[in-house]
């Protein structure tokens, strides 16, 4: 089995990269390097994820065969062994032989940190631009990347300029590559912590209210008000672009020499654009070089930009909108069926799609009955009860997780009693199942974010370009501080556990931190405290009511405004009937 366990674990999440891009982007319209690009800077944030749990055991084993090999006071190359134990090493069923994750985790680090850090902000400014050609996007691309650039090479030069003129250190390669390594790792964690903070209270409440009886339904009345709101403001929007258009093109004949870039315009708008305006078009005309009212490329330029985000904001809250009414129907159909006699599910509209004869078979009212209307809402309880409990361990870890004598992070507790006995399929499971719930907290809440509807994740293939390539950009940043934080909280990073034990291999291609000791000793161990603070912000929606005062409308209970909403959001679903 050696090495079988990652070919398959590598196969497995290239499919599970592949399905969730495919939810999320559109593989027909949008561009192949803009898809490849997000699909191979996801591919490794969960290549990181789902592989560490192995090299974690793998690392066990060996520092057990180390142990039984040595004398009690017998040192190997750098690593102080432990006591030799009478205990007989058994080979983890997922060992991995020596030499291949150092050079896995480089390959897959360093070709993370170069889409995060490189490739994909210059592929962002490429996507989002509105130039008419290859040159002139790159053109837009580089300038607007130029301070993005000059912000980074001047964090690494503080850093680089702080070893330098430190006496005690003698600066070398593997140091310089520490440094960049501790930057790109700093950044991550002060974001990681925010993010984390959110997350570990807002899943299991939103599993908890989802177990409430109507109150999904009152929360997409809500959205549901919300929504038609943003959408006739794109729809809006999309009108006054279009109108510029049709000037533009009226004014610039077919034989001016920007004509190109106007048609290039005209093919981005969507089809009865297209087809009014070239109802109206006037036949070949000439035009007069001496008049002065042409616009200029650069106006051509900025009007192609507006016109491919409007096209595709009024195209997602479009589906939006659709998806929202079916699943307001769907809730107000549970709504109903609650009182139900018969304790059959009965649809007031059925889905347009054809079910899955074996889903129809299996799936009958009666079944759908009794887990809409009985098991879900207990379910809901059940899984946000666990979802709590995980979220007060890594609440209180990362408050503790620099404690080593006494232990008192309970990951690294239950980690080593695993150790002891070389439970190798507990182990695994234990890393894997924490790293996947931080990993959760941390993702679910970059899909939720919205930045004035310019960055925003929508499922259905309603993502455009630009927020693909920026979830790549954050989950390449996030995730490899995301797992040495993982590791902090185990006691198996030997800056926290200050043991002279060999390392896992992920902590190896890092570096020792003791070249940057204020960031080692000081940032990695008590910035992560600051979780609790927002946590306790969190569990009492400072960040939604502080929004509320400044006018962006959230869902409150308390609020008049939101039962406003919800009255207003409740007649547009009887109206879309």
Not at 73 to 89: D, F, I, M
Not at 176 to 188: E, M
Not at 278 to 287: A, I, L, P, Q
Request: charged residues 15%; hydrophobic residues 45%; positive net charge.
């Amino acid at each position: 089995m050696s090495g079988a366990a990652l070919g398959l674990e590598i196969v497995f999440v290239f499919f599970l990269a592949l399905f969730l891009l495919h939810r999320y982007g559109d593989f027909k319209k949008q561009h192949r390097l803009v898809i490849i690009a997000t699909l191979l800077a996801w591919y490794l944030c969960f290549l990181i994820v789902f592989i560490l749990p192995l090299d974690v055991s793998t690392t066990i084993y060996n520092r057990c065969k180390l142990a039984v090999n040595s004398s009690p006071a017998e040192s190997n190359g750098s690593y102080v062994t432990l006591a030799p134990s009478k205990q007989k090493c058994f080979k983890p069923w997922s060992y991995i032989p020596n030499g291949i994750m150092p050079i896995f985790w480089r390959v897959v680090y360093w070709t993370s940190q170069f889409l995060t850090w490189i490739l994909l902000p210059f592929m962002q400014s490429y996507a989002r631009s509105g130039g008419f050609s290859i040159t002139g996007k790159i053109k837009t691309a580089l300038i607007e990347n130029a301070i993005y650039y000059g912000t980074y090479l001047l964090i690494f030069g503080a850093f680089l300029i702080y070893v330098a003129v430190n006496p005690n250190f003698n600066l070398q390669w593997n140091q310089l590559q520490t440094i960049g390594i501790a930057a790109a790792n700093t950044w991550g964690l002060f974001l990681l912590v925010l993010l984390l903070g959110y997350g570990l209270v807002e899943i299991p409440r939103s599993h908890w209210n989802g177990a409430k009886r109507g109150y999904l339904l009152m929360k997409t009345y809500f959205k549901a008000a919300k929504l038609m709101t943003e959408k006739a403001d794109a729809e809006e929007n999309l009108e006054d672009i279009m109108e510029e258009v049709r000037k533009v093109s009226e004014s610039i004949k077919y034989n001016h020499p920007l004509r190109k870039c106007v048609d290039t315009i005209l093919k981005k708008c969507p089809t009865e654009y297209q087809e009014r305006m070239g109802r109206n078009m006037d036949d070949y005309e000439d035009f007069d070089e001496r008049q002065n009212s042409y616009p200029s490329e650069k106006s051509l330029v900025k009007l192609h930009k507006q016109v491919i985000y409007s096209v595709q904001r009024h195209r997602r809250t479009q589906v939006q909108w659709q998806i929202l009414l079916e699943q307001a129907f769907y809730l107000e159909d549970v709504a109903k069926n609650e009182t139900s006699a018969t304790r059959q599910f009965i649809h007031t509209f059925h889905s347009q799609e054809p079910e899955n004869k074996i889903v129809q078979y299996l799936y009958t009212p009666t079944v759908e009955w009794y887990w809409e209307c009985l098991l879900r809402p207990w379910f809901y309880r059940v899984l946000a009860v666990v979802l709590a409990t995980f979220s007060v361990i890594v609440v209180w870890s990362e408050c503790t997780f620099f404690s080593t004598k006494p232990v008192l992070s309970l990951f690294a507790v239950f980690i080593q009693l695993a150790e002891k006995t070389y439970n190798y399929i507990y182990i695994e499971m234990a890393c894997f199942l924490t790293i996947f719930f931080l990993s959760i907290c941390v993702y679910s809440t970059v899909f939720r974010i919205r930045v004035f509807n310019y960055y925003y994740l929508a499922s259905h293939h309603q993502t455009d370009a630009y927020s693909l390539l920026f979830s790549g950009m954050l989950f390449c940043r996030l995730t490899p501080p995301l797992c040495l934080n993982f590791l902090g909280l185990t006691h198996m990073d030997a800056t926290i556990s200050h043991k002279d034990t060999q390392p896992t291999a992920y902590t190896s291609i890092m570096g020792s931190m003791r070249v940057l000791s204020f960031i080692a000793d000081g940032f990695y161990i008590y910035y992560p405290m600051l979780v609790v603070i927002l946590c306790i912000a969190t569990y009492f929606s400072l960040g939604t009511r502080c929004l509320n005062l400044l006018g962006f409308q959230q869902f409150m209970g308390d609020s008049e405004m939101t039962s406003d909403l919800i009255d207003e959001g409740k007649e547009l679903i009887r109206r879309g009937k």
